[in-house]
Nanobody, 121 residues
Framework: QVQLVESGGGLVQAGGSLRLSCAASGNILSINNMGWYRQAPGKQRELVATVTSGGSTNYADSVKGRFTISRDNAKNTVSLLMNSLKPEDTAVYYC???????????????WGQGTLVTVSS
């Protein structure tokens, strides 16, 4: 069983910064993509940023230039540095990973429990 544990959410003023972290635990052979998604009240969950095992990144247009995703393959962690935060960034942020474990063919998807980010104006 693979678990993702997020940390780093909280309340911040507009223009401020927060760093989210996510650690994957379990009997993991490797992890393909890792990423962050968010869900604001009354809205669908949306992609924020992803990073491949090779380090290639992808960002939502709304966060490009403000957010930076990074990962540590040796530690099975992924982080999201969020700068110049805006009230519209307020949401529950979810960590996502595609791990490979012994006895299972291919990669499967795992989600964290979510961490709340609130940006006040």
């Amino acid at each position: 069983q693979v678990q993702l544990v997020e940390s780093g959410g909280g309340l911040v003023q507009a223009g401020g910064s927060l760093r989210l972290s996510c650690a994957a635990s379990g009997n993991i052979l490797s992890i393909n993509n890792m990423g962050w998604y968010r869900q604001a009240p009354g809205k669908q969950r949306e992609l924020v940023a992803t990073v491949t095992s090779g380090g290639s990144t992808n960002y939502a247009d709304s966060v490009k230039g403000r957010f930076t995703i990074s990962r540590d393959n040796a530690k099975n962690t992924v982080s999201l540095l969020m700068n110049s935060l805006k009230p519209e960034d307020t949401a529950v942020y979810y960590c996502n990973a595609a791990p490979r474990v012994p006895g299972v063919v291919g990669f499967f998807e795992v989600w964290g429990q979510g961490t709340l980010v609130t940006v006040s104006s």
